[in-house]
């Protein structure tokens, strides 16, 4: 590192020395090791002279990194010798710099303070050159963050409206309208916040495969009759796949009936299996009594 270093005092680049530059507590400094390499004195030297001058080189001049910033530097510099250090580096501001080749009172170390004032004024410039398209770059970054902000906020909004809003009252599924169908039984099976009980007494496990769509923690009840093609094989493996589902047998019910959160009734058109493959409705029952006898009966 310190060959490396040397050629800069021979070859005059301003970037080697602008490489050397970081940005330490919104400062521009220099380690204290590399500016003994440009000053052809020993990091011992350096330091020592900081310290019997300490009074030329107040807090702004010159600090110490803490374990956390060396750690960073290391991390973030390919030039690895940083990490072989015993003791934690002092940094040097440009003005730090400049009370430093006064103290040493070297001709090496005049020089090279030239070489590095001049680097750091470009870097200054460059700074007050690019403020203004920085700001104006920030300020867009602001905007583009406001907005994203609002679009989430009125997102949810609308989904939340969405949530809330009333099924329509009566729903016709033509034939052959299978996705449709799924769609309308889908999302009524997902309205349910606390219960879900589905009078079929003639289906098949297509009633599973819809009630599976329910949303977690809602208590799932099937009431289902002799002649219902559902296998308990089948719902033994929804149970194990799905949680529970409480299955009771029902034979007085010609109707079908899907009761969500023992509030809200709706007559189905015909058992879950046929939604879509013949004409299908789905009617939300309003008149109270009715709804209160099957709500008793069976929610």
Not at 69 to 80: G, H, M, S, V, Y
Not at 102 to 118: F, H, N, P, T, Y
Not at 206 to 219: D, F
Not at 256 to 274: A, F, K, P, Q, T
């Amino acid at each position: 590192m310190k060959e490396e270093l040397t050629q800069i005092l021979e070859t005059n680049d301003e970037k080697e020395i602008k490489d050397l530059i970081y940005t330490f507590r919104d400062k521009q400094v220099m380690l204290d090791s590399d500016i003994a390499v440009m000053f052809n004195v020993k990091t011992e030297r350096i330091n020592q002279q900081m310290k019997r001058n300490i009074n030329r080189f107040p807090s702004d001049f010159c600090f110490q990194l803490t374990t956390s910033e060396f750690k960073n530097l290391t991390l973030q510099n390919a030039r690895t010798s940083y990490g072989g250090r015993r003791s934690l580096p002092y940094v040097f501001t440009e003005q730090g710099i400049i009370a430093l080749a006064g103290v040493l009172k070297s001709e090496v170390a005049d020089q090279m303070c030239v070489k590095i004032s001049r680097v750091f004024v470009k870097m200054r410039h460059a700074l007050i050159e690019y403020a203004e398209p920085l700001k104006y770059i920030s300020q867009i970054h602001g905007e583009v963050i406001e907005f994203k902000e609002y679009t989430i906020k009125k997102l949810d909004e609308a989904f939340d409206r969405i949530g809330k809003l009333e099924p329509k009252k009566e729903v016709l599924i033509l034939d052959g309208q299978w996705f449709d169908a799924y769609k309308a039984i889908v999302r009524l099976i997902e309205r349910a916040k606390v219960s879900i009980v589905l009078v079929d007494s003639y289906g098949d496990k297509t009633a599973l495969e819809y009630l599976s769509h329910r949303n977690e923690g809602v208590h799932l009840t099937l009431y289902k009759g002799d002649r219902s093609k559902v296998k308990n094989l089948e719902i033994e493996t929804f149970r194990k796949q799905y949680g529970e589902l409480v299955v009771k047998p029902y034979n007085a019910s010609h109707n079908r009936y899907l009761i969500l959160d023992s509030e809200e009734v709706y007559d189905l058109g015909s058992s879950l299996n046929s939604a879509g493959g013949k004409i299908f409705t789905i009617t939300k029952l309003e008149i109270k009594e009715v709804r209160e006898v099957l709500i008793k009966l069976f929610g």
